[in-house]
């Protein structure tokens, strides 16, 4: 069975930092691509970043510069380092574990970014 669960999410203020962490588990870890989405309520899941098998990474242009994916393959687990956080970073954050046309998602954690 194929779990993927994200945690780290809370309330954070303006220009603060959190980690999110999505651990799996019931997959070939390394072989997957891994990303990071998020989703405000009635509004599309848009992603956000992403990372590669072999390490290749890619972002959304609103968050470039700010956040970094990365992943540890002994642990089965990416990450989503979130610097200099916004109010409009506020969302459900979704992991996602893809190969060929396979994706499996995670449950989801809460960022919000607040005074």
């Known amino acids: 069975q194929v779990q993927l669960v994200e945690s780290g999410g809370g309330l954070v203020q303006p220009g603060g930092s959190l980690r999110l962490s999505c651990a799996a588990s019931g997959i070939i870890f390394r072989i997957y691509a891994m990303g990071w989405y998020r989703q405000a309520p009635g509004k599309e899941r848009e992603l956000v970043a992403a990372i590669t098998s072999s390490g290749s990474t890619n972002y959304a242009d609103s968050v470039k510069g700010r956040f970094t994916i990365s992943r540890d393959n002994a642990k089965n687990t990416v990450y989503l380092q979130m610097n200099s956080l916004k109010p409009e970073d506020t969302d459900g954050y979704y992991c996602?574990?893809?190969?060929?046309?396979?994706?499996?998602w995670g449950q989801g954690t809460q960022v919000t970014v607040s005074s």
């Open positions: 996602t574990a893809k190969i060929g046309t396979i994706a499996y």
